[in-house]
T-cell receptor, first 113, second 108 residues
Framework: DTAVSQTPKYLVTQMGNDKSIKCEQN?????MYWYKQDSKKFLKIMFS???????INETVPNRFSPKSPDKAHLNLHINSLELGDSAVYFC????????????FGQGTRLTVV | GQQVMQIPQYQHVQEGEDFTTYCNSS?????IQWYKQRPGGHPVFLIQ?????EVKKQKRLTFQFGEAKKNSSLHITATQTTDVGPYFC????????FGTGTLLAVQP
């Protein structure tokens, strides 16, 4: 029973396309994050939602739009994909806003060709 | 804004050697967390440090939190090939910001 699940695990798409990545957690946590991990393994925060409300938006292009229909789900929609968007995207959830451990999804490897 | 830096970015050791990664935050933290990511996998929580000057051990791993609660270190004694992977510190204030990570390679 996966605590934080992301779909899809792999995504290959052409430049200019629009795609979505979905994330769901069954832990009852309040806060969910999207992180981007590039080829150098740097883990950069993108967005954070607390109880369906956006609380962090870290200088991410507005082609990226998160959506949280409820506190168990945080989806990421990307418009007009660019080559530089290729990375692994991780969803994570936390009880509270950072005082407890983060549980990560298995990641979505996005390749833009 | 809050920044968390880690050094070194990359470390290559021979099996049996020790390894240390350092984490520095631009702001005072409420806690620091350490994660390990296995190759091809996702970051997995190792430990959380909350108190100023706190030291915790997990088998061959020793974690320290600085007195000012702005820096931390992870030390691995006698590395094994199973220790390979990026190690991340996560600095928590009202959000969880990860350090740049240290990629550990262990040669048998």
């Amino acid at each position: 029973d996966t605590a934080v699940s992301q779909t899809p695990k792999y995504l290959v798409t052409q430049m200019g396309n629009d795609k979505s990545i979905k994330c769901e957690q069954n832990l009852g946590h309040d806060t969910m994050y999207w992180y981007k991990q590039d080829s150098k393994k740097f883990l950069k925060i993108m967005f954070s939602y607390n109880n369906k409300e956006l609380i962090i938006n870290e200088t991410v292009p507005n082609r990226f739009s998160p959506k949280s229909p409820d506190k168990a789900h945080l989806n990421l929609h990307i418009n007009s994909l660019e080559l530089g968007d290729s990375a692994v995207y991780f969803c994570a959830s936390i009880l509270g806003q950072g005082n407890t451990e983060a549980f990560f999804g298995q990641g979505t490897r996005l390749t833009v060709v | 804004g809050q920044q968390v830096m880690q050094i070194p970015q990359y470390q290559h050791v021979q099996e049996g050697e020790d390894f240390t990664t350092y984490c520095n935050s631009s702001t005072t933290l409420s806690n620091i967390q350490w994660y390990k990511q296995r190759p091809g996998g996702h970051p997995v929580f190792l430990i959380q440090l909350v108190k100023s000057g706190e030291v915790k051990k997990q088998k061959r791993l020793t974690f320290q939190f600085g007195e000012a609660k702005k820096n931390s270190s992870l030390h691995i004694t006698a590395t094994q090939t199973t220790d390979v992977g990026p190690y991340f510190c996560g600095g928590a204030t009202n959000k969880l910001i990860f350090g740049t990570g240290t990629l550990l390679a262990v040669q048998p």
